[in-house]
Nanobody, 124 residues
């Protein structure tokens, strides 16, 4: 069974950076499209960035230029580099894996497996 474990969350100051990691176990990450989602206080879960099996990526329009997704299949690990952090980036960040196509990388319905999340808190 596929298991996803996120790490790298924590507290950051406005303008700072964090890199999240998601380790995949139970199967090869190369078999899946993968993505990061987030859910802020009182908000719905939203797609942040995704990467398909061909390493094509999509980033939410509002996050382009600040967030970058990448995957190292040799390490079975997904990453999210977050720069120029803002208070509104405060959320629980979740890693997901599944069969999403490129056009649906940011859709919750494209994923079967989910991690438990890692908290990111951005303050001034």
């Amino acid at each position: 069974q596929v298991q996803l474990v996120e790490s790298g969350g924590g507290s950051a100051q406005v303008g700072g950076s964090l890199r999240l990691s998601c380790i995949v176990s139970g199967d090869a990450s190369s078999r899946y499209s993968m993505a990061w989602f987030r859910q802020g206080p009182g908000k719905e879960r939203e797609g942040v960035a995704g990467i398909d099996k061909n390493n094509s990526t999509r980033v939410a329009e509002s996050l382009k230029g600040r967030f970058t997704i990448s995957k190292d299949n040799a390490k079975n690990t997904l990453y999210l580099q977050m720069n120029s952090l803002k208070p509104e980036d405060t959320a629980m960040y979740y890693c997901a894996a599944g069969g999403a196509y490129w056009w649906s990388l940011l859709w919750i319905s494209g994923y079967n497996y989910w991690g438990r999340g890692t908290q990111v808190t951005v303050s001034s």
